[in-house]
């Protein structure tokens, strides 16, 4: 199976800029698509942004289109989160994701990170 772990969350003031990475390792078949999630306290876990691995095509929360980008390093198997103009909102654990295949035989599997801390000041 895959694994996944999450680094360079940390604080930043509001206005400023982080950068995610998601290091994956493991074996698996085939990869369909890597995400990235977030949770602040008393809310549910929703999806920030998501990119399908065949043809790289990416969505966005309404909330950080603009200021997300989610992007991808082949070669080594990270998934990265660029995010600018971070504002307090933005406050909560990134949980990587990736959603694919072991083998041939079996169908979707989710693997998470462990996720990392974002908090943005004021």
């Known amino acids: 199976q895959v694994q996944l772990r999450e680094s360079g969350g940390g604080l930043v003031q509001s206005g400023g800029s982080l950068r995610l990475s998601c290091s994956a390792s493991?074996?698996?078949?085939?990869?369909?698509?890597m995400a990235w999630y977030r949770q602040a306290p008393g809310k549910q876990r929703e999806l920030v942004a998501q990119?399908?691995?065949?043809?790289?095509?990416?969505d966005y929360a309404d909330s950080v289109k603009g200021r997300f980008t989610i992007s991808r390093d082949n070669n080594k198997n990270i998934l990265y989160l660029q995010m600018n103009r971070l504002e307090s909102e933005d406050t909560a654990i990134y949980y990587c994701?990736?959603?694919?295949?072991?083998?041939?035989?079996?169908?979707?599997?989710?693997?998470w990170g462990q996720g990392t801390q974002v908090t943005v000041s004021s």
């Open positions: 990119k399908v691995a065949r043809g790289g095509a990416t």
């Open positions: 994701n990736w959603r694919y295949k072991p083998n041939s035989e079996t169908n979707w599997s989710d693997a």
């Open positions: 493991g074996r698996f078949f085939s990869l369909n698509s």
